[in-house]
């Protein structure tokens, strides 16, 4: 039951924050024998949510529109991570080198 109510969230989420309804579009919801679409797919501010008022365009669509706009800010990221990542392993073998190097010519300390 937990993770049916964090796929509801996540979907009602994703409908209000991209002013999208249903996969494709708003009637993809009748499919699943609903009389009317969520609350998500509608605005705030309206009385009821019906079929008729409910934003039309797919979350698909919206999606894809999305990531389609903003694919160079995506990417850039992505890009940042792994130079993040690359510049760790290297320090981190920098490191490792050193402390070999610096217990090869240390003597220990006659007590």
Request: with cysteine; aromatic share 10%; hydrophobic share 35%.
């Amino acid at each position: 039951k937990q993770w049916y109510q964090r796929r509801v969230r996540a979907i009602d989420t994703l409908q209000k924050v991209l002013k999208c309804c249903g996969l494709n579009k708003t009637d993809d919801w009748k499919n699943y024998n609903m009389t009317s679409p969520p609350a998500s797919c509608c605005e705030p501010n309206a009385d009821s949510c019906t079929y008729e008022n409910a934003y039309q365009e797919g979350c698909y669509t919206e999606i894809t529109e999305f990531v389609n706009t903003n694919a160079k800010y995506i990417g850039f990221g992505v890009l940042a991570v792994a130079l993040v990542e690359l510049l760790g392993m290297a320090l981190a073998c920098y490191l490792r080198r050193h402390i070999i190097n610096r217990t090869e010519y240390e003597q220990p300390h006659a007590a």
